[in-house]
């Protein structure tokens, strides 16, 4: 009988040592799904509302141009809604101000270019690229150029560089202060000893059709954004600002071939405001990885003399880093 007992407490113990192993196993099963879920969940889940996306420029430019283009592709791949709203003003300064200024919940978001470099550099904003969580850039223009009328008296470099120095200060370039085509037109006339007669007739389309009106001698710009009006025989380049002739553009030389040397690529980025939950930016950067590979969406692009280039947040960090020093010395030399 004592026997029976000991056997029959034996067998008890080891269910309740194997009932509690499993009831521990289950516990730490349970903990970690919880957890994945609700990191998966919080990102998954997004977007549920519409994606406010700022451009700080006028309808019509390269900047509207390209994030519209992009957008579509990102409405896709997020399967939301996203809502692009054009807030000009002072250089990109005004809404680029507003998204630092939006709630960080990942439903505001800025569209935009290098034009941050130079308003932080001109001390146009109290605000720079390092205040947002940058979600990363898809798309490089390396286009940069000079246009002019195709009955102007300017057919390459020189000619303008002669001429300039004949008559300083009367030849009118179109530009905004702070702005991407700024900083290039002080580093040309630094490079060249020339100087020009800066006029500000608003945003890049308001440029073409001022250069169309002869309202203006040249208006600094991306050869892409006025391709039509080369290809109608309305206006003419000069020649673009990058390394080497642009694939599509074979006929074009570079700024370098004519002695200047001059080089600029105009990159376009993403960036929520500070505080945006990880995951949230995360996501977003991960589908704009996704759009910059797909072969429609360089396809789509390809007409605009555009590369589709993918440059993580981190490598967006580092590039603007490297851009910003790049610029402060241009910047120097031309004060």
């Not at 939950?277 to 555009?306: G, M, R, W, Y």
Request: glycine share 8%.
């Amino acid at each position: 009988m004592k026997k029976s007992f000991k056997l029959v407490a034996v067998i008890l113990v080891a269910l309740s040592m194997l009932l509690a192993a499993c009831s521990s196993s289950n516990e730490g099963s349970t903990s970690t799904s919880s957890s994945s879920g609700n990191s998966d969940g919080g990102e998954s889940n997004y977007p549920t509302k519409p994606i406010n996306i700022i451009v700080p420029a006028g309808a019509g430019g390269d900047t509207d141009r390209n994030t519209r283009i992009t957008a579509e592709y990102l409405a896709e791949e997020l399967d939301g809604n996203l809502v692009v709203s054009n807030v000009n003003g002072s250089g990109g300064t005004v809404g680029a101000q507003q998204v630092l200024d939006a709630d960080p919940d990942g439903y505001n978001v800025l569209a935009f270019h290098n034009s941050t470099i130079i308003n932080s550099l001109l001390e146009l904003a109290d605000f720079g690229f390092e205040d947002y969580q940058l979600a990363g850039s898809a798309i490089t223009d390396l286009s940069n150029s000079f246009i002019v009328n195709a009955d102007s008296e300017f057919t390459d470099l020189q000619s303008l560089i002669d001429a300039a120095k004949e008559k300083p200060g009367e030849i009118t370039i179109a530009t905004e202060t702070g702005a991407f085509t700024h900083l290039q037109l002080l580093a040309f006339q630094n490079l060249t000893d020339t100087e020009f007669k800066i006029v500000d007739v608003g945003s890049a389309s308001e440029k073409t059709t001022a250069l169309l009106g002869g309202q203006i001698d040249i208006i600094p710009t991306q050869l892409g954004l006025v391709q039509e009006y080369i290809e109608s025989g309305d206006f003419r380049t000069l020649g673009v600002m990058s390394e080497e002739r642009l694939a599509g553009a074979p006929d074009v030389p570079t700024f370098v071939e004519q002695g200047v040397d001059l080089k600029f690529d105009k990159f376009f980025y993403w960036g929520f405001p500070k505080d945006t939950p990880q995951e949230v930016v995360d996501k977003f950067s991960k589908a704009l990885e996704i759009v910059t590979n797909n072969p429609e969406f360089q396809k789509e692009i390809e007409p605009h003399l555009l590369n589709a280039n993918y440059l993580s947040p981190e490598e967006l960090f580092e590039h603007f880093e490297k851009t910003t020093e790049e610029y402060k010395a241009l910047l120097d030399a031309a004060q």
